[in-house]
């Protein structure tokens, strides 16, 4: 979310989607408020520091771990407070392991942690625990709250691919194997799985098969970079009772009723039973909402609501 105002951003989040609200991430406050500085937050045992390039593993816990631990701070602080007595579904995020590991630098080097098997490893346990007890905290602070823990990975299709740079920036990365992808994002799913862990990829080639199997409940990612040999894998995961967090790019002069339109074209798509779409669908803005002005931010929340308000009457439910 745009801005640097936890509890007016707070308010408005409760305000604008009361039945499905979420802690919201302000990176415009600085460094250890973005979301691998936040994340980096969680982690066990491994602190990390700000530099030029971005993000560090660091040897010794410093003012940027302090920092972003006081972030994270005062806005659970702020969330508890603005949704006191909340019961009903309420999202958390956080970075993934292999976007950690593709952007977070090793100690001493400009290489990014992905260039070391056994320091994602170490991510991977360290987030898995950081993650899960900070799920636990939010639980705590809101006992009626029903909790959707979205592991963001934009970078798994390129850590995927072998598409990472390295620090010199003239080569790439190896792809590590396929197994050792999918076991250390399961340790993160399984970490939260007594919630509802969802992941999130916004790249032009969902890992549908990276993630499939690893007890994922929903899948988020941007509709209108399915392509068409994308469909069968989504239908499958429908078939499987998992939830779609379908994020609509808005433009200028695009409409909730389009919105909804195009949700119910990717059903349609998938040949899913058409009273199931309300059931498992969330409409999302298609990417982070930082980049807007607060005004901006706030009308997108209420197109996609009232585009899912509109969806079950398109749908002819």
Not at 6 to 12: D, F, S
Request: glycine share 8%; net charge negative.
């Amino acid at each position: 979310m745009p801005g640097d105002r936890p509890l007016e951003t707070a308010r408005t989040v409760a305000g604008t989607l009361p039945e499905f609200p979420y802690l919201p991430e302000l990176p415009g406050r600085g460094p250890g408020a973005d979301m691998i500085g936040r994340t980096a937050a969680l982690l066990v045992e491994i602190p990390a520091e700000v530099t030029p390039r971005g993000w560090r593993i660091a040897e010794r816990p410093g003012r940027d771990a302090r920092r972003a631990r006081s972030h994270l701070s005062v806005d659970l602080d702020v969330i508890e407070e603005v949704l006191d007595g909340y019961e009903g579904p309420l999202k958390l995020q956080a970075a993934g392991p292999w976007t950690l590991a593709a952007t977070l630098e090793q100690p001493h080097s400009m290489n990014p942690a992905l260039a070391d098997p056994g320091l994602v490893a170490d991510l991977a346990a360290s987030l898995a625990e950081g993650l899960a007890a900070h799920a636990a905290e939010v639980a705590k602070r809101l006992p009626g709250a029903t909790l959707a823990v979205q592991i963001d990975e934009p970078a798994l299709t390129a850590v995927a691919d072998g598409a990472i740079p390295t620090a010199s920036g003239y080569g790439r990365l190896r792809a590590p194997d396929e197994e050792f992808l999918r076991a250390r994002l399961g340790q993160v799913v399984k970490a939260v799985s007594r919630w509802y862990p969802i992941v999130h990829c916004c790249s032009n080639d969902y890992p549908f098969g990276i993630i499939r199997g690893l007890g994922v409940r929903a899948l988020s990612l941007d509709m209108s970079k399915l392509r068409t040999q994308d469909f069968d894998e989504l239908a499958a995961e429908a078939e499987a009772g998992l939830g779609l967090l379908l994020g609509y790019p808005e433009r200028a002069g695009s409409t909730p009723k389009q919105a909804a339109d195009s949700v119910a074209e990717v059903w349609r798509r998938m040949s899913q039973p058409r009273a199931r779409c309300a059931e498992q669908v969330v409409i999302t803005p298609a990417c982070g909402l930082a980049g807007s002005t607060p005004a901006q931010a706030r009308d997108t929340l209420k197109f996609v609501r009232e585009a899912a308000r509109i969806l079950p009457e398109v749908m002819g439910d």
